[in-house]
């Protein structure tokens, strides 16, 4: 005896609800990026144009987040019964490769310099990236609410954040070249903005790869979960327990509960009651549950724990 139970269908991504906010990031980025690539080759500054390679992949990144927002809004359909809101995660895969490509690029120019430096006007470079670190401080303020909530949006985020913490080194190398003349400043900022992008790509990345690959969520303990469900009445016994995530916001969870026999003509009331428990203790709105009488799993084929 089998008995299936859905709960949670046609969910909106985390990330929808901050459309507005990425579409308002987006338009000031691509504003400062324009900036800094003018002051950059005005002022002959790496750590500028390296800026505003930063921000072209801020913006690039953006655009995915956006398109992933678009797409994963689509309904579903029987080759697609989640729709496509998996699409957020692998722009935030995507995000992060670009972020490891743009550092890559970034150090290679930021040694050759290093080496051989190259006159730097301080003074141009003091107030573009100083511009920069301003809207930086204002794309954070409006994506930050929205970065807890969505995977797709903490992408962007952190990408905005490296940038702000970037143009703070871009201006103390602007100063130095300045008040000092010490043109090296400028390729050693540089490669210190590369440094510090490489931890957080690799993050996204490994948050992205564990959706992608429909780990257990981090935030779930399957046998808290377990424990929970056997001690609904008439529950004797739980396995093929199984929770992942569709895209940031949605998880899901199947498994077979064992029930005892004497409550298997009230499966309705019974799904009610383990939906309510998995959707009030653990916060999972779409969960597919088969109720089976005892001994029922020595018919089931091949199954996981």
Partial sequence: MGTSHGHGHGHATAAAAHRGRLVLVLCLTLV????????GLAAGSLALLAD???MAAD????????FAVWIAARPSCDKRTFGYQRAEILAAAVNALLLFLLCGYIGYEAVQRVLSPEPVAGPVMLVVATVGLVVNLASLLLLRR???ESLNLRGAYLEVFSDMLSSVGVIAAGLLIWLIGWERADSIASLAI???IVPRAWNLLREAVHVLLEATPRDVDLEEVRRHLLAQPGVLDVHDLHAWTITSGVPVMS????????RLGDTGRILDELHACLS???DVEHSTLQLEPAGHVDHEGARHQ
Wanted: glycine share 16%.
């Fill in 146 to 148: 929205g970065q807890a």
């Fill in 59 to 66: 913006s690039f990144g953006i655009v995915l987040a956006l």
């Fill in 52 to 54: 505003a390679g930063h």
């Fill in 32 to 39: 400062v990026m324009v900036a800094q690539i003018i002051g």
């Fill in 280 to 282: 009030g203790h653990f």
């Fill in 194 to 196: 590369a440094v510090f």
């Fill in 255 to 262: 498994a077979h509960v064992v029930v005892d026999e004497g």
